[in-house]
T-cell receptor, first 115, second 110 residues
Framework: AQTVTQSQPEMSVQEAETVTLSCTYD???????LFWYKQPPSRQMILVIR??????QNATENRFSVNFQKAAKSFSLKISDSQLGDAAMYFC????????????FGTGTSLTVIP | DAGITQSPRHKVTETGTPVTLRCHQT?????MYWYRQDPGHGLRLIHY???????DKGEVSDGYSVSRSKTEDFLLTLESATSSQTSVYFC?????????FGQGTRLTVV
């Protein structure tokens, strides 16, 4: 099974500053999908951004962008101009096009935004 | 809104009793998943389904069973609940490339 590692259990950032959350994964597959999900205190899981492995260009969604390094199996999330509403647990996830299309999740990074 | 709902949202049950959680989708998505979320473990896959009556085990399937007799419903059953099954349970569906989640069920086994 693929493994997803988030080595930062907790992070903090000043409001309006930039923060980067790290994620690495282990796979022997060449084609796959990567995601970042946000879980605020409401518990709802919200998709933040998606990256297809065959695309070299890094995905961007407004203030959120990724740094996808396929050879290094690294997929970090950058949040620019951090807002109080960004405070949440963030999960990195991997989906294989094989093995039943399973989604594998990291253990999460809890982000605190300091006013 | 991917049209996915879980019931119940909260449940307290006694050790040794059977418990069934329901996941319902309003569209005809093929793939459905049950995860549990525990501090320090992230989300771990219990079981998943790739069609009616087609299911398979995930990494933490011991003590759980599932059924999918209709496309829209995916049931998770704890045959005899144990305290180690106290957790938050999430159902998800695959829509195109990504997963969409239900609101979660907080299950407490006392």
């Amino acid at each position: 099974a693929q493994t997803v590692t988030q080595s930062q259990p907790e992070m903090s950032v000043q409001e309006a500053e930039t923060v980067t959350l790290s994620c690495t994964y282990d796979t022997s597959e060449s084609d796959y999908y990567l995601f970042w999900y946000k879980q605020p205190p409401s518990r709802q899981m919200i998709l933040v951004i998606r990256q297809e492995a065959y695309k070299q260009q890094n995905a961007t969604e407004n203030r959120f962008s990724v740094n996808f390094q396929k050879a290094a199996k690294s997929f970090s999330l950058k949040i620019s101009d951090s807002q109080l509403g960004d405070a949440a647990m963030y999960f990195c996830a991997y989906r294989s096009p094989n093995t039943g299309n399973q989604f594998y999740f990291g253990t999460g990074t809890s982000l605190t935004v300091i006013p | 809104d991917a049209g996915i709902t879980q019931s119940p949202r909260h449940k307290v049950t006694e050790t040794g009793t059977p418990v069934t959680l329901r996941c319902h989708q309003t569209e005809n998505h093929r793939y459905m998943y049950w995860y549990r979320q525990d501090p320090g473990h992230g989300l771990r896959l219990i079981h998943y389904s790739y069609g009616v009556k087609d299911t398979d085990k995930g990494e933490v399937s011991d003590g759980y069973s599932v059924s999918r007799s209709k496309t829209e419903d995916f049931l998770l059953t704890l045959e005899s609940a144990t305290s180690s099954q106290t957790s938050v349970y999430f159902c998800a569906i695959r829509v195109n490339t990504e997963a969409f989640f239900g609101q979660g069920t907080r299950l407490t086994v006392v």
